[in-house]
DNA sequence: ACGCTTGCGTTATGTTATAACGAAATATAC
DNA sequence: GTATATTTCGTTATAACATAACGCAAGCGT
């Protein structure tokens, strides 16, 4: 029992990978609607929940939204940094800081699994547009 | 015009101060439903967003929910560590891994408003306890 | 006192997410 | 190769989280 669901994955990855900013599942419900009409949230988030665990889709959570993983490796944490202005999604590494937060942790006696780390804020481009106006 | 919401704000933060965990909105909607019982979720959403832009009250992204701010200075950004066995949340400060952060983005261009840092794992008592077994 | 402004409570609804179940597809036993 | 077990999927229904909009009431200025 392999691929009955990878189909729906790689339509849902395709849309995450077309959009310019983080989806809901109901953004990508409506974009999946035409080619199945019939399509219900359920199918959406089981899709996305095995995507998520591949690593080729990444939950904003501050945003109850995804967006499809732009690096090469997935085995990774990133950090998210999104636009306010304009809804773009960047992904960043930096093992260091992880390790930084991990150990400063660790300290405490917790002991960390998986880490959420998003910055809310204004993109290179759209701060440039408003420094032009 | 000054004291009419300060009455439920300050119930609302009573009732996240007694939690132990974070609370959802609807939890503390339940919680005051007993001495309000005509609440509504926009009374306590209001309430949460005040004391959240005071600072007395953070929100904890990936949980969908709330907490009472636990420090003293109210004016920072904080770490949160959730433990995903008792629902746990413990704010921690650590202005180094913001600074390294807005700096790290800030190479690219990308200017930092608000950061979200929540970790997930096993806190300490859990973990003792998990070893002990 | 009268009207102006502000923000609150309420109703209604929008958005995000999942429980539960039956049907279909694949695998396993014999 | 058929019967049975197992997994996964679509579907229905509903739960959980959040806010728009409006009217009323409280405080304020005159």
Same mark, same amino acid.
């Given at each position: 029992?392999?691929?009955?669901?990878?189909?729906?994955?790689?339509?849902?990855?395709?849309?995450?990978?077309?959009?310019? *900013?983080?989806? /809901?599942?109901?953004?990508?419900?409506? $974009?999946?609607? +035409?080619?199945?009409?019939? @399509?219900?949230?359920?199918?959406?988030?089981?899709?996305? $929940? $095995?995507?998520?665990?591949?690593? *080729?889709?990444?939950?904003?959570?501050?945003?109850? /939204?995804?967006?499809?993983?732009?690096?090469?490796?997935?085995?990774?944490? *990133? @950090?998210? *940094?999104?636009?306010?202005?304009?809804? /773009?999604?960047?992904?960043?590494?930096?093992?260091?800081?992880?390790?930084?937060?991990?150990?400063?942790?660790?300290?405490?006696?917790?002991?960390?699994?998986?880490?959420? @780390?998003?910055?809310?804020?204004?993109?290179?481009?759209?701060? +440039?547009?408003?420094?032009? /106006?």
């Amino acid at each position: 029992m392999r691929t009955r669901g990878e189909v729906m994955q790689s339509k849902i990855l395709a849309v995450l990978k077309h959009a310019d *900013s983080a989806l /809901s599942a109901y953004d990508i419900l409506e $974009a999946l609607r +035409d080619e199945f009409p019939k @399509i219900a949230p359920p199918t959406v988030y089981r899709g996305l $929940a $095995a995507l998520t665990e591949k690593g *080729s889709v990444h939950r904003v959570e501050s945003l109850n /939204s995804f967006v499809a993983c732009t690096n090469h490796n997935h085995d990774h944490a *990133s @950090i998210m *940094s999104i636009c306010d202005d304009c809804g /773009s999604v960047e992904e960043n590494e930096a093992p260091k800081i992880f390790d930084d937060l991990s150990g400063l942790l660790g300290k405490t006696g917790f002991d960390a699994h998986r880490h959420v @780390i998003e910055v809310h804020g204004v993109c290179a481009a759209c701060g +440039d547009q408003d420094n032009a /106006s």
